[in-house]
């Protein structure tokens, strides 16, 4: 199996751009994570999925931050307008049952500087 | 809001020395996760501890969750450059919602 997929590795935009981060589970993984990494407040929820259904997202700091999962295979992480205090590495993860012995499979990251 | 905190932050030692590093919260977790990320990739799970007082052991590394489920340690024995990166320790919560919190790591430098 490739593992979690994340798009882009990179990402430099500009204050007021749209952003969008992609990821790509493992087959048959039914929860997907969406966590955001900082030197000062280290990893943090934004949100997760399950069966693509968002179940909490009070990570989400505000709502310029959305995230989709329209199918099995695939989701997404827009901010929009983007903002300089939201640059951070951005990562997705993705477990199978969701039993709390589970081992979540992180992606390598989305590293985003808005300038 | 559900915090756990790691210390130290940072640690540099020579390679093969011993070191612990800590894991603690107010909070109970019903179980408590280990991971080592490297830079420029995501964490890696080293190992997951369920029941108080656990005790579990992966070669050089020997992890314990407290007997209250609050706290935990990872305790290296002779370390390498290899182990050299950050610790991150993560609680399970199912207050609601089942959602792993994570702590504010452990970045380990191991000289040769």
């Known amino acids: 199996d490739a593992g979690v997929i994340q798009s882009p590795r990179h990402e430099v935009t500009e204050m007021g751009q749209e952003v969008t981060l992609r990821c790509k589970p493992i087959s048959g993984h039914d929860y997907l994570f969406w966590y955001r990494q900082t030197m000062m407040r280290g990893l943090e929820l934004l949100i997760y999925?399950?069966?693509?259904?968002?179940?909490?997202d009070s990570g989400m700091p505000e709502d310029r931050f959305s995230a989709k999962m329209p199918n099995a295979s695939f989701s997404t992480l827009k901010i929009q307008p983007s903002e300089p205090r939201d640059s951070a590495v951005y990562f997705c993860?993705?477990?199978?049952?969701?039993?709390?012995?589970?081992?979540?499979?992180f992606g390598s990251g989305t590293q985003l500087s808005v300038l | 809001t559900q915090l756990l905190e790691q210390s130290p932050q940072f640690l540099s030692i020579q390679e093969g020395e011993n070191l612990t590093v800590y894991c603690n919260s107010s909070s109970v977790f019903s179980s408590l996760q280990w991971y080592r990320q490297e830079p420029g990739e995501g964490p890696v799970l080293l190992v997951t501890?369920?029941?108080?007082?656990e005790v579990k052991k992966l070669k050089r590394l020997t992890f314990q969750f407290g007997d209250a489920r609050k706290d935990s340690s990872l305790h290296i024995t002779a370390a390498q450059p290899g182990d050299t990166g950050l610790y991150l320790c993560?609680?399970?919560?199912?207050?609601?919602?089942?959602?792993?919190?994570f702590g504010t790591g452990t970045r380990l430098k191991v000289l040769a």
């Open positions: 993560a609680g399970a919560t199912t207050s609601g919602t089942y959602k792993y919190i």
């Open positions: 501890v369920v029941t108080g007082g």
């Open positions: 993860a993705s477990s199978s049952t969701g039993s709390l012995d589970e081992k979540l499979f």
């Open positions: 999925f399950n069966n693509n259904v968002p179940i909490d």
